[in-house]
Each structure stands twice: as structure tokens, then as C-alpha cells.
């Protein structure tokens, strides 16, 4: 119940086109959902995070859209660019734990033709 | 802002021998988490400091594995007789959590890759 999963593992897009990654979850504790780009050998970084009170987010480029009935939440980058090419990970984490401590899918590594 | 810091980036190391590995958060932030990270896959959960009390630990967390945060600043990761499956990337993280202001943002350090031959 704690998994996150994520789909699809891999993505290939054309420049200027919609990369679209999608992730599932099962504990409805979960309350906060970030997602992070990171490139080999670095750290993962924070792109954009939503709380369920709101069904969409945009930042940019950058837009995530949450169902809480379906429990599915999803990251769309708009016109992606090479420089996009990265692994991206979604997560999620529960206010009542006290920790905060993030659960994270698999990831999906972008590359995004020139 | 310097962001989170480790040190090192890299370690290669022989079975059975022990590493520490250091982490340094953003100043004013009194979480500091650390994930380990196989390739392929998310990091993953193995403990978490609030200011300088160790709140929480994974079951991922064996028993040669021990980590510190002493004063409140920065930790340290050790790990003790290390075995080829600990080969992985270690990441810290850090947030800064207030009373009833969650959730909070975890800003993730460079990592420290480490292999056991």
C-alpha cells in the first residue's frame, strides 16, 4: 500500500511535443505529491508538487494533474526540449507521518529528440 | 543558499570495510533525511533526523548501518562491514517543517555513489 507506481518506464518525444508521465497510488493517506527531474549522477530536483484540494497545477512548462477518485496524479511538460532529457520521478507522502518521509515510483527516463 | 552539500561524491571501497559519508543541508533546515538510490530505481526511505533526535528508521536500515546528526547540522551516514549490495547512491535531503505548516519541501543533496568491490 505504501508503492508508487509509474508508467511508462521509458519515453522518447520529439522536440516541441507533450511528454505526458503518469503515476498510480494506493494509500489514500497520501497527501502530497511532488515530482523531480534528475540528470546522471545528481541529485533529484523539485519540479512542481500538488495537494489534492486542486485537480491541476501549472508551473511553465510544467503541469500536473491530479484524480483523487482514481488516485492517479500525472506530469505533462509542454513543447519538451532536448534539455528536458532526464529521469522523472514522482512521490508521495502522508502529512500524518510525521516524518514526511517521500515514497517514490520507479521513474521515467525522458529523451527528447532534437 | 549553498543548497545541500555531500561529501564525498564518490567512494569505492573493499568488502568489509567501513565508509562514512557527510551531509550537509540547507542552513536553516532542521529535517534531514537519508534515501538510498540503486540504478533504475527511486530512492528510497532509510531514516530521518528533527533537528538532532533520529525520529525514524527503515526496516531498509540494517544494523550496520548507523547515521548521526549531532548537533543539529549536518550528519553522517556509516556503514559498517559493508557487503556489495550496499553498492548504491546515498542521497541526504533536507527540509524545513514548522508546526502545522506541512507538507514540506525536501530539497535533495548531489549524492554519494558508493561501490563495494
Known amino acids: 500500500q505504501q508503492q508508487v507506481k509509474q508508467s511508462p518506464q521509458s519515453l522518447i518525444v520529439q522536440k516541441g511535443g507533450i511528454s505526458i508521465i503518469n503515476c498510480a497510488y494506493e494509500?489514500?493517506?497520501?497527501?502530497?505529491f511532488p515530482w523531480y527531474q534528475q540528470f546522471p549522477g545528481k541529485g533529484p530536483a523539485l519540479l512542481i508538487a500538488i495537494r489534492p484540494d486542486v485537480s491541476e497545477k501549472k508551473e511553465g512548462r510544467f503541469t500536473i494533474s491530479f484524480n483523487k477518485s482514481a488516485k492517479q496524479f500525472s506530469l505533462h511538460i509542454m513543447d519538451s526540449q532536448p534539455g528536458d532529457s532526464a529521469t522523472y520521478f514522482c512521490?508521495?507522502?502522508?502529512?500524518?507521518?510525521?516524518?514526511?518521509?517521500?515514497?517514490f515510483g520507479p521513474g521515467t527516463r525522458l529523451s527528447v529528440l532534437p | 543558499d549553498t543548497g545541500v552539500s555531500q561529501d564525498p561524491r564518490h567512494k569505492i571501497t573493499k568488502r568489509g570495510q567501513n565508509v562514512t559519508f557527510r551531509c550537509d543541508p540547507i542552513s536553516e533546515h532542521n529535517r534531514l533525511y537519508w534515501y538510498r538510490q540503486t540504478l533504475g530505481q527511486g530512492p528510497e526511505f532509510l531514516t530521518y533526523f528533527q533537528n538532532e533526535a533520529q525520529l525514524e528508521k527503515s526496516r531498509l536500515l540494517s544494523d550496520r548501518f548507523s547515521a548521526e546528526r549531532p548537533k543539529g547540522s549536518f550528519s553522517t551516514l556509516e556503514i559498517q562491514r559493508t557487503e556489495q549490495g550496499d553498492s548504491a547512491m546515498y542521497l541526504c535531503?533536507?527540509?524545513?517543517?514548522?508546526?502545522?505548516?506541512?507538507?514540506?519541501?525536501?530539497?535533495f543533496g548531489p549524492g554519494t555513489r558508493l561501490t563495494v568491490t
Open positions: 494509500n489514500t493517506a497520501f497527501d502530497y
Open positions: 512521490a508521495a507522502s502522508a502529512t500524518d507521518n510525521y516524518g514526511q518521509n517521500f515514497v
Open positions: 535531503a533536507s527540509s524545513l517543517a514548522l508546526p502545522l505548516k506541512g507538507p514540506y519541501e525536501q530539497y
